[in-house]
């Protein structure tokens, strides 16, 4: 009979430790170690699937042509669509709408007559029908299961043989020949193991929901994303309904794409003109407010800023920043009073983007100063200005990439004027004011005293 011990294992690393140290001593990573029971007995042996090698101009890459999902953002993200003999996992906070995706996606597949099996080890196949029937899912080739034990899962894999499996969520799956309990380290790692070495063996699309940390980061042994060939974050606030979706890898394609969705009442939308869904709301000629054209990958997107300068009753003013990097904004602030003569000690300044957009690049340090500025001063900028450029520590205005592709952005939506970096090229349909420092910017707009 095997004997049962306790082992910390690292979350990062999979280093097993006889007791807590608070540091592994593997990978140096603090806080990593979680108490788990091992039983001593050895997981099951995965048969090894063996090739012969070919000519690398011999390769056949047709079977490796991916499926569209018929949910357009995400294939754009995924560069066409699922792969087949491909692992991928999409991580994301509780309720951010990753099943609802994920069985949007099931059902474009299924739709076009591929067999889809959907294992839910979180939720009965009752409430996945209800989902269905609201997200108009109802096909014959999905089909459905409620399963959390891994045999059993690989042994309905075997008698359906799917084209793709969705395993919701790789957490709560486990391996009865593993003592530890389930989201464990040892059974994450050994059930993603075997549940890609299937995929791979089957020629089967594989699609594994993982939960994500307090951090944001995903949940389980950093080997588990080293097993999948693609990893999707589905990010967003619960408040707002826009989704985006980003891929940290991808062996099929590039990881530069942005997926943006808008939740409805009948599931996911996809928005194929972000920049006039996050500039539907605003109010032209107020103070504190300018837009900037961002760039997320490859895909421009215009944003709105906004500022509010307040007196302070506080002995250490407030400093907010929410959709922007805080580090930022406190540099920002900084150039703001020592190179341009601002008077913001002693006041709260609060600085935000509107309708739940996020953005963390320095291109948008120069609309955050003018927004700042415009607040403090209580003066708008004009209606139909943008600004764009990073902001050094001597005031001056540094270039940011793809310039060229934010202003014909914003002079398709109607822009008519953009403070740039002096060596900014000029963009058809939209003047370029281009200047060299931050008071410059400041003159341009008119928001000097």
Known sequence: MAQTRTVHRCSECGEAAPK????????????????????????????????????????????????????????????GGLVPGSATLVGGEPGIGKSTLLLQAAAGIAHTGESVLYISAEESVQQVRLRAERLDAITENLWLVNETDLDAMLQRIDELDPTMVIIDSIQTTHDTALGSAPGSVAQVRSCAHRLVQAAKQRSLTLVLVGHVTKDGGLAGPRVLEHLVDTVLAFEGDRHHALRLLRAS?????????????????????????????????????????????TLDGTRPVLIEVQALVDKSTLPVPRRSAQGIDAGRLNIVLAVLERRCGANIAGRDIYVATAGGARSLEPSVDLAMSLAVVSAGRDRPVARDLVAVGEVGLGGEIRQVAQIQRRLEEAARLGFRSAIAPRDAPQAEGIETIRVGSLAEAIEATGLQR
Do not use: Y
């Not at 500039?279 to 000629?285: E, F, I, N």
């Open 249 to 293: 890898k991808h062996r099929f394609g590039a990881t530069s794409e942005l997926g943006l969705f808008e939740m409805t009442a009948v599931g996911l939308v996809g928005v194929p003109d972000p920049s006039a869904l996050f500039l539907a709301d605003r109010r032209p000629g107020t103070s504190g407010s300018v837009v900037v054209p």
């Open 20 to 79: 807590w140290t608070g540091q592994c001593a593997a990978c140096e990573q603090w806080g990593t170690l979680i108490e788990e029971v091992d039983s001593g007995r050895p997981g099951p042996v995965v048969a090894a699937h063996h090739e012969a090698p070919v000519p690398i101009g011999d390769v056949d890459l047709t079977a490796w042509a991916p499926r569209a999902t018929l949910v357009a953002e995400l294939d754009r993200v995924l560069s």
